[in-house]
């Protein structure tokens, strides 16, 4: 199940409650940033990181005038592939940068399902509500009594025999 970091902007010392501004980053490996990176740093408004892209394609194309086309074209395989490693975390980087801060890590198997489960723990305010409100308290976790016994690691029973 991929995982999410949720990043808010920061309003002076408390991020914003606004639900709309949340942003919502998935954890590894970001397709679009292999195949087309350059409109998805546009679409991502990544200005410095595509930059960074076009000086390390100028870099290679002027490399690879003096050392051969082939193996020009292998490194900037594999600057795209790293690319497509950190994009993810690249983007982190600017949500950083433009003023956002981790407010939590929600989990799902698509962005809607990390959504959701993200806002079932928590409680906005409304638009129309002063004030910000204090985060809900964790749930708490009970055990049964067969649950809470000398079980220790793996084990299925007491004693350690399955």
Do not use: H
Request: charged share 20%; hydrophobic share 50%.
């Amino acid at each position: 199940m991929p995982l999410y970091t949720v990043l808010a902007p920061v309003g002076g010392d408390r991020p914003a409650a606004d639900a709309m501004d949340l942003v919502f980053v998935k954890e590894g490996f970001c397709w679009p940033a292999l195949f087309v990176l350059e409109l998805w740093l546009i679409f991502r408004r990544m200005w410095l990181v595509l930059l960074i892209d076009i000086a390390v394609i100028a870099g290679v194309s002027l490399v690879g005038e003096r050392i051969g086309e082939p193996l020009a074209a292998v490194f900037l395989v594999a600057a795209r592939l790293l690319f497509a490693l950190e994009g993810n975390e690249l983007r982190r980087w600017t949500m950083r940068r433009r003023g956002y801060a981790l407010v939590g890590v929600a989990g799902g198997d698509s962005l809607s399902e990390a959504e959701v489960r993200f806002f079932s723990d928590r409680r906005m305010p409304a638009p129309d509500e002063p004030g910000p409100r204090p985060p809900a308290p964790p749930a708490q976790t009970t055990y049964t009594p067969d649950e809470a016994g000398e079980v220790v690691g793996l084990f299925p029973r007491p004693g350690g025999a399955s």
